[in-house]
């Protein structure tokens, strides 16, 4: 986290990429905002116990493939045609 603070705060200003004392305060705000994400993140556990139990190992996918499909047309500006289309 001390590393993000220097980076944004410290560093980036050293080489120009804040110009402004705006931009800096934004930048000041967004590294707190990010921390504090991080804290909260860190906070968290997963218990992943339930990726061993039975129940969960027994499960079946029951998938199937999508067939690709042609996206869009080759040109864009080419007029939509009813055959096309339907």
């Given amino acids: 986290m001390a590393g993000a603070?220097?980076?944004f705060?410290?560093?980036?200003?050293?080489?120009g990429a804040v110009t402004s004392g705006v931009m800096q305060q934004e930048l000041i705000a967004k590294t707190e905002?990010?921390?504090d994400h991080?804290?909260?993140l860190?906070?968290?556990?997963?218990?992943t116990a339930v990726l061993?139990?039975?129940?969960?190992?027994?499960?079946?996918?029951?998938?199937?493939?999508?067939?690709?499909?042609?996206?869009?047309?080759?040109?864009?500006f080419d007029p939509?045609?009813?055959?096309e289309g339907m």
Avoid: H, M
Avoid at 42 to 47: G, K, M, P, T, Y
Avoid at 80 to 83: D, E, G, K, L, T
């Fill in 80 to 83: 939509v045609s009813a055959a």
């Fill in 38 to 40: 991080t804290e909260t």
């Fill in 52 to 76: 061993d139990d039975p129940n969960f190992t027994s499960l079946v996918s029951y998938s199937s493939d999508v067939p690709e499909q042609p996206i869009g047309k080759p040109n864009l």
């Fill in 9 to 15: 705060a410290v560093y980036l200003p050293a080489q």
């Fill in 42 to 47: 860190q906070r968290l556990s997963i218990d």
């Fill in 33 to 35: 905002e990010f921390i």
């Fill in 5 to 7: 603070v220097y980076y």
